[in-house]
Antibody, heavy 119, light 112 residues
Framework: EVQLVESGGGLVRPGGSLRLSCAAS????????MNWVRQAPGKGLEWVSY????????YYADSVKGRFTISRDNAKNSLYLQMNSLRAEDTAVYYC????????????WGQGTMVTVSS | QSVLTQPPSVSGAPGQRVTISCTGS?????????VHWYHQLPGTGPKLLIY???SRPSGVPDRFSGSKSGTSASLAITGLQAEDEADYYC????????????FGGGTKLTVL
């Protein structure tokens, strides 16, 4: 079964850091690009970051640029999001999603992991 | 404010047809970039419904169809069923913003 499972969410104070992980299974992880997309409570979807299959191309939304770092380990079938200098507005469910290119459809999504930034 | 504009809500009775619009601009939908549609049930992750403007992934019923014209796209659902009640999002690519990937604000479909 094709599956993405996020982990690493939790409660963190403003200015703190958190590292999210996304474990992929059931497909050849190394040939796909990956994304992080987030959804604040009661709000819509917001794209966060993109990484190509070999990590050569990386993009970030302006809202997280300079604070978040996306990475992947194809040997471990895993995607990561290092989040630093967290703000209250970063509070959201974070989803990882599979994609073939930056403009293509996100065809497989995980169930999400909740990040709460609060003092 | 979302780059792509969707109505906040639509509703219809079982068996009816509803459409959800997604309005963009010359830097995204109007520039020829594909539109994709997702639906999301409460408490779950989004699922791909339509890709490449009008193609359905395996397993998606043909009651769902997508189209694109100019700077807008539409999702149509025929033969409305209770289980169609969900949030629906359109998504495209934008060439003018560093956001790259843009979503609509979402539309809540209520089956009456």
């Amino acid at each position: 079964e094709v599956q993405l499972v996020e982990s690493g969410g939790g409660l963190v104070r403003p200015g703190g850091s958190l590292r999210l992980s996304c474990a992929a299974s059931g497909f050849s992880f190394s040939i796909y690009s990956m994304n992080w997309v987030r959804q604040a409570p009661g709000k819509g979807l917001e794209w966060v970051s993109y990484i190509s299959s070999g990590s050569s191309t990386i993009y970030y939304a302006d809202s997280v640029k300079g604070r978040f770092t996306i990475s992947r380990d194809n040997a471990k079938n895993s995607l990561y999001l290092q989040m630093n200098s967290l703000r209250a507005e970063d509070t959201a469910v974070y989803y990882c999603a599979r994609v073939t290119s930056i403009a293509a459809a996100r065809d497989i999504w995980g169930q999400g992991t909740m990040v709460t930034v609060s003092s | 404010q979302s780059v792509l504009t969707q109505p906040p809500s639509v509703s219809g009775a079982p068996g009816q047809r509803v459409t959800i619009s997604c309005t963009g601009s010359s830097s995204n939908i109007g520039a020829g970039f594909d539109v994709h549609w997702y639906h999301q049930l409460p408490g779950t992750g989004p699922k791909l419904l339509i890709y490449g403007n009008g193609s359905r992934p395996s397993g998606v019923p043909d009651r769902f169809s997508g189209s694109k014209s100019g700077t807008s796209a539409s999702l149509a659902i025929t033969g409305l069923q209770a289980e169609d009640e969900a949030d629906y999002y359109c998504q495209s690519y934008d060439s003018s913003l560093s956001a790259y990937v843009v979503f609509g604000g979402g539309t809540k479909l209520t089956v009456l």
